[in-house]
Nanobody
Framework: QVQLVESVGGSAQAGGSLRLSCVAS????????WGWYRQAPGKQRELVAE??????TYADSVKGRFTISRDNAENTVFLQMNRLKPEDSAVYYC??????????????WGQGTPVTVSS
């Protein structure tokens, strides 16, 4: 079973920066794509950014401020968050579509890490 482990989110003031990472482990053949999602209290989980071989996409609310990147050798994805706003406060989840060694394709989620931005 593939597992995703996220770094600790943390806190920042508005205008500041944070960087999240997420590492995949287990029977991985390749990671087809990664995504970062977030869920604020009382709101639905939303896609923040995703990266595949073909493209990188961002939610309109984070374009120009957040950058998703990946390290294929380390099975890791990063989310660099700059010019943070209080509305960026949420629990952030990483997601991966993984081609496994023995069990076909698996969709995996991280455990979630809280990010708090104060004004």
């Amino acid at each position: 079973q593939v597992q995703l482990v996220e770094s600790v989110g943390g806190s920042a003031q508005a205008g500041g920066s944070l960087r999240l990472s997420c590492v995949a482990s287990g029977p991985i053949f390749s990671i087809n794509g990664w995504g970062w999602y977030r869920q604020a209290p009382g709101k639905q989980r939303e896609l923040v950014a995703e990266i595949t071989v073909a493209r990188t996409t961002y939610a309109d609310s984070v374009k120009g401020r957040f950058t998703i990147s990946r390290d294929n050798a380390e099975n890791t994805v990063f989310l660099q968050m700059n010019r943070l706003k209080p509305e960026d406060s949420a629990v952030y989840y990483c997601h991966a579509e993984v081609s496994t060694l023995y069990s076909g394709t698996q969709l995996a989620w991280g455990q979630g890490t809280p990010v708090t931005v104060s004004s």
